[in-house]
């Protein structure tokens, strides 16, 4: 099991808590679909993804990224056992939508490339440290079902 | 060799004059030493390294951060040639140094949280796109030279 430090799950309760997840996710998920354009395959019936202005506008990502975002609710609500939270997830991403779970990360990176720009400064070392670990541990979870 | 965009060159332009290269270069370090605390072991002559706050007001780490950002300058003055400019540089990663190349990726990502929390939106989707071709780009010509 993994253990978090006092630090570790304040940091995490708090970044949600403030997330504006309407902002966030699209942002998200739309950076991914830009900055690794090899993960427009996945989304083939979103329409125009024909360039980084296409995509920031396309509403069918902005409502896609608001769906994973508020998927890693469940990770923030039970961080003592994102394992079995996700599990159903997992099986989901590689049974039914055959996502390569290489892209979990590259998700991941363009969620903190994100809450990095918007908290500034207080996105500490020590705050990146612990957002990064948390994204670790779902990413994880969400690759356990795949072998 | 890579191509760029006239769009893509004045981004990196763009960028690169208004990061301040003392400051950001030993944040990305400190970064990385705290977040990926094994990058540790390349630095046993650095001193105090035991907790975040000692990473952070290491004078070692400040003063390689800036040799090590003043390096990416090269780069962006030669976006041409960025692997013939970074040959020797990869050689002595490699058969000096014995740097595991994973750890230049792991730089490359502190580096562009940085630049994220300092610029805010202004780090948007099409610039973060340019900026980590810009950094893969580096990345693979510092490995070039292991193999």
């Known amino acids: 099991m993994v253990e978090w430090t006092e630090f570790e799950r304040a940091t995490i309760q708090d970044i949600f808590s403030k997330m504006n997840y309407d902002v966030v996710g699209p942002q998200a998920l739309a950076r991914c679909i830009i900055v690794y354009p090899w993960t427009q395959r996945y989304f083939g019936n979103f329409g125009n993804l024909y360039n980084a202005a296409a995509i920031m506008g396309n509403p069918m990502v902005a409502a896609h990224g608001k769906v994973v975002l508020h998927g890693l609710d469940r990770a923030v609500k039970n961080m003592d056992n994102i394992k079995a939270t996700y599990a159903e997830l997992s099986v989901l991403h590689s049974e039914k939508l055959h996502v390569d779970p290489d892209n979990f990360r590259l998700l991941a990176d363009c969620l903190t490339v994100v809450v990095a720009g918007q908290l500034g400064s207080s996105f500490t070392p020590e705050v990146q440290a612990a957002f990064q670990k948390f994204i670790a541990v779902v990413i994880s979870a969400l690759g356990r079902q795949y072998h | ?147």
């Open chain 2, 1 to 147: 060799m890579v191509e760029w965009s006239a769009s893509e060159r004045n981004t990196i332009a763009n960028v690169w004059g208004k990061i301040n290269v003392d400051e950001i270069g030993p944040q990305a370090l400190a970064r990385v030493l705290i977040v990926y605390p094994w990058t540790q072991r390349y630095f046993g002559t650095f001193g105090n390294l035991s907790s975040a706050a000692a990473i952070q007001g290491n004078p070692k780490v400040a003063k390689h951060g800036k040799t090590v950002l003043n390096a990416l300058e090269k780069a962006v003055k030669n976006l041409d040639d960025i692997k013939g400019t970074y040959f020797q540089l990869s050689q002595l990663h490699c058969e000096k140094l014995n740097v595991d190349p994973d750890n230049f990726r792991l730089l490359a990502d502190c580096l562009t949280i940085v630049i994220a929390t300092k610029f805010g939106p202004a780090f948007n989707p099409a610039v973060q796109a340019t900026w980590q071709k810009l950094l893969s780009v580096v990345v693979s010509a510092l490995t070039s030279g292991y193999f």
